[in-house]
């Protein structure tokens, strides 16, 4: 008996036939190259360029800071993958034999009867104790393997989906950050209006007194100045939401110690990144290498509903010592053992084992088109921030001339309707006029900087602070 405890271990060892097919991975559904791809950059990868490069506002990475410190997504993550983890564990630990020591200790009170026909009552005790083996299976047909192989795919999947979170909380707060920086410098460019709107307004109603003009250019100086003081409260909302979307993502209240804001036009982030090929993006973004091993599980899946369909051999073994008295438990004559193979064969279950590999098999090919859904989703997100890089710079130019144009054409105006040689409309379509414009470079130059976070971001960019860390990381590797 002690012979067969020996071999057992090495029955664990046995290589097991393996039902899994060989997985292929289906070619990128994307083109080779990007359209508007530009020349290379000087600089390094998106991937191996860290945050704090990136965004060079000392605001910013501190908010980062303290998101990756709080955000309950990124924490949710972080424990899915501890989840995940134990869950490969447990599902590894089946494929090793479960040893366990028992100790027993039996009372029992009969009825016996003598020769005579006496009956008489007497306690008997036994006392033992054994080494088990309990039902260890005999992956012989991979079964148990491949259930851990899934598992721990899973487990591979879950730590790229913990740094696929982390990017995009990153990309999030840089955006988030943004979009209340552009909220608060259009509520001081709508006070600064609204100030010479109420100078303007002024100036009508001194020269109505003076009897130099009407009514109508009062009333219309009036309705601006209306339309303005609507438009800041409009924007004091604006931001007050901006305010709170940013503290959601960072997770608590915003420290009143934050160093002080750049505005928009100071920002200095990195406008050119090298793309690459859509190849590179599966080395360099954590969401797709996450969709690959959802594919590699849901690939092991099918090896152990295949070998579901053949016999299962289990074995159940003790051995151990057993007495009716503890001082003689361990006499060599007191020993027992006791060795249950158990082998088990599908003959009929209704179609189920049919169904499971069925049901295995959809859930690859829904996992093939999760992947190639994530990597066109990817070339798409790359490609328009490239499209965006290739133009947005060109925009913000002509729109610069657009508002030094206004600007001037209000200067004008201004000269002309004091003169009297215009009225006051067309001084109030040269103000309208200069407002939109400043609005809409504010809006360009926050769109030109959104993009710059969504082609770092969509590159993979994010996952570490600093280039150092990555160096670290990939010499690690």
């Known amino acids: 008996m002690m012979r067969l405890f020996l071999t057992l271990p090495l029955l664990a060892c046995l290589s ?26 000087p600089t390094l990868p998106a991937s191996a360029l860290g945050w704090r490069a990136m965004f060079a506002d000392p605001r910013l990475q501190r908010l980062i800071d303290l998101s990756l410190a709080n955000n309950r997504d990124l924490r949710l993550a972080i424990l899915n993958v501890e989840a995940t983890q134990a869950q490969a564990n447990v599902q590894r630990a089946a494929r090793l034999p479960a040893v366990g020591l ?6 029992e009170r009969a009825l016996t009867t003598d020769a005579n026909g006496q009956a008489s009552r ?21 079964r148990v393997r491949a259930l851990s192989d899934a598992a721990f795919a899973r487990y591979l999947a879950s730590e790229q989906g913990r740094d696929a979170a982390q990017i995009t909380l990153v990309g999030a707060v840089a955006e988030a950050y943004f979009a209340q920086r552009l909220a608060d410098e259009q509520l001081q460019l709508t006070e600064r209006t609204l100030a010479d709107w109420q100078q303007s307004l002024q100036l009508a109603r001194l020269l109505k007194q003076a009897e130099q003009n009407s009514s109508l250019d009062v009333a219309q100086a009036e309705g601006q100045v209306a339309l303005a003081e609507a438009d800041l409260e409009a924007r004091r909302r604006a931001l007050a939401q901006a305010d709170n979307a940013l503290q959601l993502l960072v997770g608590s209240e915003l420290p009143v110690d934050l160093p002080a804001a750049l505005p928009l036009e100071r920002q200095s982030l990195i406008a050119q990144l090298p793309a690459g090929l859509p190849a590179d993006l599966l080395l360099s973004r954590p969401d797709l290498r996450q969709a690959e091993q959802m594919l590699v599980a849901a690939n092991a899946d099918i090896g152990a509903a295949r070998a579901a369909f053949f016999p299962q051999i289990s074995l159940t073994a003790s051995f151990g010592y057993a007495s009716t008295s503890l001082a003689g438990l361990f006499d060599p004559a007191r020993q027992v053992w006791r060795f249950a193979p158990q082998i088990s064969q599908p003959l009929f279950q209704g179609g189920r084992l049919r169904a499971e590999l069925r049901l295995a098999e959809v859930r690859k090919s829904e996992a093939v088109a999760q992947y190639e859904r994530a990597i066109q989703s990817a070339f798409r997100e790359v490609a328009d921030a490239l499209a965006g890089t290739a133009t947005f710079g060109r925009q913000i130019e002509a729109q610069l001339r657009a508002v030094n144009a206004a600007e001037r054409r209000l200067a004008l105006s201004d000269l002309r309707y004091r003169a009297g040689v215009d009225g006051r409309l067309e001084l109030l379509d040269a103000q309208r006029q200069l407002q939109a414009a400043r609005q809409t470079l504010l809006e360009l130059r926050r769109a030109d900087i959104a993009n710059r976070v969504a082609l770092y971001k969509s590159l993979g960019g994010g996952l570490h602070d600093d280039v150092t860390e990555v160096a670290a990381v990939s010499v690690a590797r």
């Open 102 to 107: 028992e100790g027993t200790r039996t009372l």
């Open 16 to 41: 097991a036939c393996s039902l899994t097919p060989p997985l292929e991975r289906p070619a990128a559904p994307v083109p080779a190259r990007y359209a508007m791809a530009a020349a290379p950059a």
């Open 122 to 142: 007497e306690v008997n005790q036994q006392t033992g104790v054994n080494v088990a083996l309990s039902a260890f299976e005999l992956d012989l047909f991979g």
